[in-house]
């Protein structure tokens, strides 16, 4: 079965530098959310989609911004990347609404800023 | 502030034994799950359990779900050492919400 798909699954950034993250959710899921787990920490949400429109908002920082494209693909942009950025960044995807509650993560893109 | 907190924080076990790890949570929910990470990798679902339900089973796997007491434990059963992970509930306060995490259980299963 067809599961998140997050690229690039490794990334080594400077400081001030910018990074994207991408997310393809599963084939007709139109939610999307994004969350960060920093080192020995539990995943904290960020940001979150739902066809199309930013549907809620976490512990997001101001340098980073987001959003979900026509096909229901996910973008984050990191932009003036600081050394605390280095985490675990996870997608995951729903039905949305109405539809099962689970969430299905990706596997994780590893954000190091050196 | 975190809608789960778990403890204990680290678990130590025999291979073969039952670990339980407990979670509490602080509002009302939809449904709370529990997801399972080995050492910085991916966050895999374990199962879930809606707010209307009170006890869940998946293999060897047992969630049960005390709304009165804002808690939920799973129990492991016949652990393996490849049962060593962090463990993490999470909960929805809604069905479309997103899944706020506990600060996790680390578990370490000794063969």
């Known amino acids: 079965a067809a599961g998140v798909i997050q690229s690039p699954r490794h990334l080594i950034k400077e400081k001030r530098e910018t990074a994207t993250l991408k997310c393809y959710p599963i084939?007709?899921?139109?939610?999307v959310y994004w969350y960060q787990q920093g080192p020995g920490q539990d995943p904290q949400f960020l940001i979150s989609?739902?066809?199309?429109?930013?549907?809620d908002k976490g512990s997001i920082p101001d340098r980073f911004s987001a959003q979900q494209f026509s096909d229901y693909h996910s973008e984050l942009n990191m932009s003036s990347l600081e050394l605390g950025d280095s985490a675990l960044y996870f997608c995951?995807?729903?039905?949305?609404?109405?539809?099962?509650?689970?969430?299905?993560f990706g596997p994780g893109t590893r954000l190091t800023v050196l | 502030s975190q809608q789960g907190e778990e403890d204990p924080q680290a678990l130590s076990i025999q291979e073969g034994e039952n670990a339980t790890m407990n979670c509490s949570y602080k509002?009302?929910?939809?449904?709370l799950q529990w997801y399972r990470q080995n050492s910085g990798r991916g966050l895999v679902h374990l199962i879930l359990?809606?707010?209307?339900?009170r006890e869940k089973h998946s293999g060897r796997l047992r969630v049960t779900l005390d709304t009165s007491k804002k808690s939920s434990s799973l129990l492991i059963t016949a652990s393996r050492a490849a049962d060593t992970a962090s463990y993490f509930c999470?909960?929805?306060?809604?069905?479309?919400?997103?899944?706020?995490f506990g600060p996790g259980t680390s578990l370490s299963v000794i063969p």
């Open positions: 989609f739902y066809e199309k429109m930013q549907s």
């Open positions: 509002t009302s929910i939809n449904n």
């Open positions: 084939p007709r899921h139109d939610t």
């Open positions: 999470a909960a929805m306060k809604t069905s479309y919400d997103k899944v706020i």
């Open positions: 359990i809606r707010s209307n339900e």
């Open positions: 995951a995807s729903s039905p949305g609404p109405g539809a099962r509650n689970e969430q299905f």
